[in-house]
């Protein structure tokens, strides 16, 4: 036996030792058994994301990609605005204030894209939790959510890693291996992704 069979023989061994006595048995039991054998509690952490993969790849998605930073001034992560408006001047915000720019070019290129400004949508982040969603500002240049902390709580804390007050830099976006965002409608519902290169 070629050791590429060999290895996967052992791989799948532990299946092949499922053999429920069906006859009798109820599927509350049977799911009971696999689940024990399998032991299906240390993946459930990533069946909400699974599902949305699942959506995104069996359906035809129209979908855009938004930059977390700025060209104004050479590839930047500004320090007083988007993902770090929570830095910016004139009043004290919570340090999970962020918002998530939308270049001019998205609208021109994609008018109906995005609901009209200040009209909430359902936003399904990765792990599974919707937030109320709405596109902000003049000239529809910001998708922020209702509460406006949840997509900071998400981008900063839970993907990024970064505490509270830590400003946002470009270095940060690149060691996380993403500098832009994946915006995918299906339906009437928005799903957001980190836009992680293939």
């Known amino acids: 036996m070629n050791s590429e069979i060999q290895e996967e023989s052992e791989l799948f061994s532990e299946f092949e030792i499922i053999e429920p006595d069906i006859a009798g048995q109820s599927d509350n039991k049977l799911i009971k058994q696999i689940e024990d054998k399998l032991n299906v509690g240390d993946f459930q952490q990533y069946l909400p994301s699974l599902d949305v993969d699942l959506n995104l790849c069996h359906s035809r998605e129209e979908f855009v990609v938004l930059p977390l930073y700025s060209m104004a001034r050479g590839k930047n992560v500004p320090e007083r605005s ?101 915006v995918a409608k299906i339906g009437e519902l928005f799903y957001l992704y980190p836009n992680i290169p293939l």
């Open 82 to 182: 988007g993902l770090n408006q929570w830095n910016a001047r004139g009043r004290s915000r919570h340090p999970d204030e962020v918002y998530i720019p939308i270049p001019m070019a998205v609208h021109k290129k994609n008018p109906s894209f995005f609901p009209e400004r200040d009209d909430p949508f359902d936003l399904v982040l990765p792990n599974g939790e919707v937030l109320c969603a709405k596109v902000c500002q003049q000239g529809r240049k910001a998708l922020m959510s209702d509460p406006n902390r949840a997509l900071g709580n998400w981008i900063l804390r839970d993907l990024l890693n970064l505490q509270k007050y830590e400003l946002l830099t470009l270095t940060q976006l690149i060691k996380a291996g993403f500098d832009s965002v994946k």
